[in-house]
């Protein structure tokens, strides 16, 4: 096995974190702003690219390359037991929603998923990017035309959001789903984008132009509120006042400013 092989536990329900145990010399990594909290003993450091790159400055600069065609941060952070007892490190959700263990292992060491999905991992997974083949996709994807890959034979942890829904596909058969709603699959799965029938449909359905084809063999994971639904709905539910202030924004200042008007 090449990557470092970490235990795990799960808590909460619709605010997850995940506990990471770390036998001495174990690292795990992770994106910056994931920590929660840690316990004496380990040593977090700010690491320049991907930590499984090569120990050269032009295999660090790919590393951080990747990662910024992703729209993730040049740097992530590792964390390591350097104590002589097992320790715990957590990583919490950054939105309501469930954490996603994956043993990459049982997935051909390959999996595809959306940029912002990736949260923690052993050390030795790679987080690459992942180019659709197909210019519609890349197009009208809603994830872009550019994926993340994490590869590896170690755990590796995804988050998403609202319920998450595993559905194992078999040979041919397809799956269309919204396209923010995908949140990984494996290496195997056909992805295509196709345009929503019917000019009616299009316009005032509601649900956008074009859905995700999602055609098996394979594994896919699907979420049932991605982020960015969850945040247009938010912006648009804010009340607004002039100079582009929500009510709530002036405390109790705000409460004389309504006398005042």
Request: charged letters at 20%.
């Amino acid at each position: 096995m090449n990557n470092h092989e970490i235990d795990y536990k799960l808590y909460g329900d619709d605010m997850q974190f995940v506990e990471v145990e770390l036998d001495p010399q174990e690292t795990v990594i992770a994106e910056a702003g994931a920590l929660m909290m840690m316990e004496d003993g380990i040593r977090m450091e700010t690491v320049f690219g991907d930590t499984s790159s090569g120990g050269g400055f032009m295999g660090k600069l790919m590393g951080a390359g990747k990662r910024l065609v992703t729209g993730e941060n040049l740097f992530i952070t590792t964390f390591t037991n350097e104590g002589y007892g097992k320790k715990h490190v957590s990583f919490a959700s950054p939105y309501p929603g469930k954490i996603i263990p994956m043993d990459l292992s049982r997935y051909n060491g390959k999996i595809i998923c959306q940029k912002d999905a990736f949260l923690a991992a052993a050390k030795g997974v790679s987080i690459g990017i992942e180019f659709q083949r197909k210019l519609g996709t890349g197009f009208f994807g809603g994830e872009g035309f550019i994926m993340q890959k994490l590869e590896g034979d170690g755990m590796a942890f995804v988050h998403a959001g609202g319920t998450i829904i595993q559905k194992n596909l078999q040979v041919g058969e397809t799956l269309r789903v919204d396209t923010g709603c995908l949140v990984a699959m494996t290496a195997e799965v056909d992805y295509d984008i196709e345009m929503v029938k019917g000019v009616k449909t299009a316009l005032f359905g509601g649900e956008g132009l074009f859905f995700a084809t999602l055609r098996g063999p394979g594994t896919v994971w699907i979420q049932s509120l991605p982020f960015s639904r969850l945040a247009s709905r938010v912006f648009a539910a804010a009340p607004q006042v002039p100079g582009n202030k929500s009510v709530g924004e002036g405390g109790i200042g705000g409460i004389f400013d309504i006398f005042n008007k």
